[in-house]
């Protein structure tokens, strides 16, 4: 059954910012789909949240897993108006050379693959429709570097190309934006940045901001590399 209220879909929303982020929208009378890969962490979200939310157990960096959460979607609720390709995973802090090829590939898999495969799978019902914002999720180091992290960095500087040759594919109506959220103390940050991860904002004051910025973004913002203010 589709809803006239607007529909936001968020990728890896079962913590971290992804998690604050369904609690502010869902709040704010959105309608709320979702994916990530614990379904336990998923049920217990979907607990606290009004408005009976669609969230389903989903690896991103899995092309058919991605199909088949799109496609229950869709049936659903209807095209999103909104797509936050939120779900990211970091390597252990190490420099390149200690690093295993299945690390590697897992980040990639996930961070950029798996940010393709979402939009392949929403952007037919969303360009049928003429109306729509994708917004992937970057990064400050995604436009900047550090050591350590350079799988990271790779992955993130690929979603800025990417998103910005994707917008301008993207027929009227439509929008692809790239997102740098900050420095948040999520598990990423702490994987990084240890106990001092606790002097940045937590996630969900980080979402009082976020919501509404996200919740405003329409055509115009296509193209654009943006940072919350």
């Known amino acids: 059954m589709k809803s006239s209220s607007r529909h936001v879909c968020i990728t890896g929303c079962s913590r971290g910012l992804g998690a604050a982020l369904a609690?502010?929208?869902?709040?704010?009378?959105?309608?709320?789909?979702?994916?990530?890969?614990?379904?336990?962490?998923?049920?217990?979200?979907?607990?606290?949240?009004p408005?009976?939310?669609?969230?389903?157990?989903?690896?991103?960096?899995?092309a058919f897993q991605v199909k088949h959460f799109a496609t229950q979607v869709i049936r659903e609720i209807g095209a999103p108006d909104l797509v936050l390709n939120n779900a990211g995973i970091i390597n252990r802090s190490s420099p390149l050379w200690e690093l295993s090829d299945a690390e590697i590939a897992q980040v990639f898999a996930t961070n950029v693959q798996?940010?393709?495969?979402?939009?392949?799978?929403?952007f037919p019902a969303m360009?049928?429709?003429?109306?729509?914002?994708?917004?992937?999720?970057?990064?400050?180091?995604?436009?900047?570097?550090s050591p350590q992290v350079a799988p990271y960095c790779a992955s993130k500087f690929a979603i800025e190309g990417l998103s910005s040759a994707f917008a301008q594919e993207?027929?009227?109506?439509?929008?692809?934006?790239?997102?740098?959220?900050?420095?948040?103390?999520?598990?990423?940050?702490?994987?990084?940045?240890?106990?001092?991860?606790?002097d940045y904002e937590n996630p969900d004051t980080w979402a009082v901001r976020a919501v509404p910025f996200l919740a405003r973004l329409d055509a115009s913002c296509n193209g654009q590399a943006l940072t919350l203010p």
Do not use: K, Y
């Open 170 to 198: 993207l027929p009227a109506g439509l929008a692809c934006a790239t997102l740098n959220p900050g420095v948040i103390d999520t598990g990423m940050l702490r994987s990084c940045f240890g106990a001092s991860a606790g």
């Open 127 to 145: 360009g049928e429709r003429d109306t729509g914002v994708f917004v992937n999720f970057s990064s400050g180091w995604g436009r900047s570097t």
């Open 114 to 122: 798996g940010t393709v495969s979402v939009i392949r799978q929403f």
């Open 23 to 49: 609690r502010g929208f869902s709040h704010a009378g959105w309608r709320l789909s979702g994916c990530a890969r614990s379904e336990e962490a998923l049920a217990g979200l979907a607990d606290e949240l």
């Open 51 to 62: 408005g009976n939310p669609l969230l389903l157990p989903c690896d991103v960096a899995d």
